[in-house]
């Protein structure tokens, strides 16, 4: 009997790093993960990193075959192999990634970001399957963005296009402090963070009465506010539809840049659902330029969000695997 | 002796059709015009314009091989090979100009905006040449723009990506009024017409003397704006400042999209050289995230100014004929 192709997805994240043995339906046949903060050297990480891959394979190993390791980072550049001065990994500056990670294997790897890998995912096992110009935008903590473009990501002459989280939706002097340094970022107004600061304005605001006058800026989180929102809360619900409302609008901007078949949302925020779908399609078809009108899909992402980023980090593989024209 | 290459770059504007017969070295052989304004009929106009073209021929047409004919137009879409709602065109909805061409000839004919023929134009003839990843802004009376991702003209799903003249530089009830029925669009402020909108805002902002107060709205160009900021005008000065400094802005915001090598800035306002240049530059890099600090050239087009929409238009054939990757 032949061996079952599987694809390693590897999701690098501040506290863990979470992989998974990954089939071309998208279903992982074992998962595991690793603390990454204990380890302050990348070289003693990845070697741990392999090792534990390796075990939790064991029970498998005779029945498939690995065709490559998919890695998904924070500014993880998809050209060099590498991780640039991630704001929240162990390892300050440039980490070959890659290269480190071949000391172990002689199999493909590949890195790149989170959103890079999300979209890639989505064309793989997702809602994307037969689409060729789409983009995937994550809603975590911060909003990160991963352009595919005929059939390919983009990734840039440098590697690290796609960083929309960075866009400007807001100047002058009111405008919000991100923390990459600059103000008016969209991810201060779109994110799991931005929805909070958002709750923050509108309570100041507004003297309505709301459940989360109670919670200090640090007791609260987006999905308190999701909760109250569907309890009915309206202060909730104008966070969210203040926030859909500037997504929708950046959105627009998307589309005249790059005129893609649909746009995903993906991640925490997207499991709102209507309450930010709705605000994000009404503001986005009012900004759209008249021919982009009513052509543009806007869709929750089809990835199952528990293992989104393995799925996503093993996809790279894939389409490696499947795209002789891609370049990574 | 074998006969030259040439291809045909036709130059579709509301007033008049230019084309020329050009080779691969870019330059132009034979070229002469025709006024579009005259023909209500697509199918009359085409006719007409192919006797023209053939007519111009002649006598180079024992020495030369023609290879195809591109069309730059405005609204021109490259999946398709129409003009579609265009709003200085005579003719209305949606013109199949490349299926009408094809009546005439059977060789290639692709038609695409005036953007994305100057963006194809810079790498088969220009300071592109060598780059994979870049952007073409083009400062006429609007903003057009061409983005080439990893060596091919980005297209988009429904082949009108590029609209960043019609992206959001201003919110609320301030914003500028755009054609597009839209409010604060790029191009409102960075455009020939939106540096006259600038200087005209100026002018009421500010009681510094300028010799541009003698002129009405209708009576002054950014070409007048120009001169009179070369002679040290401070309100000119301050207009061009000004538009410069909204262009670097939104020019960070495409880094951040797409992380070209470089941008090219092209047409009637890029003439305008570091009045323009200097300011926008400094604002890119300031709006920029730090990834991308210093790394992105800002650059006028190497397209001679007085034949760059020929050039552009010719050069689709080019690039369709040298890569065999490309869709059109």
């Known amino acids: 009997m032949s061996k079952k192709q599987v694809a390693v997805g590897i999701d690098i994240g501040g506290t863990n790093t979470a992989f998974g043995y990954v089939d071309r339906g998208g279903h992982i046949l074992v998962e595991d ?14 070697a741990a990193l392999y090792e534990k891959i390796m075990l939790a394979g064991q029970k498998i190993m005779d029945d498939v075959e690995i065709l490559g390791f998919g890695i998904g980072a924070p500014m993880g550049n998809i050209n060099k192999g590498t991780i640039e ?34 979209a890639v995912g989505e064309m793989v096992y997702g809602g994307a399957r037969n689409m060729k110009d789409f983009v995937v935008i994550t809603l975590g903590t911060g909003l990160g963005s991963g352009f595919v473009v005929n059939g390919n990501l983009m990734y840039g002459h440098d590697g690290f296009a796609g960083e929309l989280g960075h866009t400007t939706i807001r100047s002058g002097p009111n405008a919000r402090e991100c923390d990459c340094g600059k103000k008016g970022c969209l991810e201060t107004y779109v994110s799991a963070t931005g929805l909070k600061r958002t709750l923050f304005k509108i309570l100041a605001d507004s003297v309505l009465p709301s459940e989360l006058r109670k919670y200090s800026f640090e007791q609260l989180d987006a999905e308190m506010i999701h909760e109250a929102a569907r309890r009915g809360d309206i202060l909730a619900k104008r966070a969210f539809e203040h926030t859909g409302q500037m997504l ?15 746009i995903f949302l993906f991640g925490g925020l997207a499991q709102a659902k209507e309450l930010i779908f709705e ?10 330029l008249y021919i982009y009108r009513g052509k543009v899909k806007l869709l929750p992402s089809e990835l199952s969000s528990q293992n989104a980023a393995i799925l996503g980090a093993s996809s ?12 990574f």
Do not use: C
């Open 33 to 46: 993960k690793l603390k990454t903060s204990q380890y302050d050297e990348a070289e003693v990480y990845v």
């Open 85 to 118: 001065y991630p704001a929240n990994l162990p390892w300050k500056g440039i980490t070959p990634v890659a290269d480190i990670f071949r000391k172990h294997t002689d199999l493909p790897v590949v890195v790149t970001n989170d959103a890079n890998a999300a």
């Open 248 to 262: 929708g609008v950046k959105l627009a901007d998307v589309v005249a840049h790059t005129s893609p078949e649909a």
């Open 279 to 288: 605000p994000a399609r009404e503001s986005m078809e009012e900004n759209l």
């Open 316 to 327: 790279l593989i894939w389409s490696l695997k499947e795209s002789k024209s891609r370049k």
